[in-house]
């Protein structure tokens, strides 16, 4: 079945560690965005990448960083310098130009002990 | 840059009653307008979208209008069901820009039974 993939659901993060959230997607979508969102808010772009090797920030990057070595797979970590990390992440897939529509996976909860 | 407004953002209706979600949008560039549904501890699902060729489009008991002078969009849910109770979501993007999709703040739907 095509879809995205978020893992893992829950994680547990330490002050002062950085964690990787992994997104993967088989639906040979170019694009692919990093979405974080508080509760009973809506969702805030983090960083967003059209192509392979190309990515670009979004309205709150600051503490994050992601990579893009694979069309498939666009994995953010959240680094000791993000001040408020706990939230819930969404990763999405879209055909370039967006026009298509997104498909979200499932979300990581991420949550600092 | 792009600023999506969402009202209200709670609503509820009697079940079989209809549901109306309203949304503005500052970039007169934008011309893709999708709705997403999330339910609780999942990702949002695309369930609707419309362009800006377009002034409204239906999907059984969901429909979508646009009026772009205006700038402003909105959900219709007719006949509304308890399995409608979700947080919706309006988002706006640029067609074949950088793949920015920006969200509103989400409107939580309850249905009364």
């Known amino acids: ?113 | 840059g792009e600023n999506v407004e969402q009202h209200p953002s709670t609503l509820s209706v009697q079940e079989g009653d209809s549901a109306v979600i309203k949304c503005t949008y500052s970039d007169s560039a934008s011309n893709y307008f999708p709705w997403y549904k999330q339910e609780l501890g999942k990702g949002p699902q695309l369930i609707i979208d419309i362009r800006s060729n377009v002034g409204e489009k239906k999907d059984q008991r969901i429909a979508v209008t646009l009026n772009k002078t205006a700038k402003h969009f909105s959900l219709h849910i007719t006949e509304t069901q308890p399995e409608d109770s979700a947080v919706y979501f309006c988002a706006a993007s640029l067609y074949s820009s950088a793949s920015k999709i920006i969200f509103g703040s989400g409107t939580r739907l309850s249905i009364r039974p």
């Open chain 1, 1 to 113: 079945d095509g879809g995205i993939t978020q893992s893992p659901k829950y994680l547990f993060r330490k002050e002062g560690q950085n964690v990787t959230l992994s997104c993967e997607q088989n639906l040979n979508h170019d694009a692919m965005y990093w979405y974080r969102q508080d509760p009973g808010q809506g969702l805030r772009l983090i960083y967003y990448s059209q192509i392979v090797n190309d990515f670009q920030k979004g309205d709150i990057a600051e503490g994050y960083s992601v990579s893009r070595e694979k069309k498939e797979s666009f994995p953010l970590t959240v680094t000791s310098a993000q001040k408020n990390p706990t939230a819930f992440y969404l990763c999405a897939s879209s055909l370039t130009g967006a026009e298509q529509g997104a498909f979200f996976g499932q979300g990581t909860r991420l949550t600092v002990v």
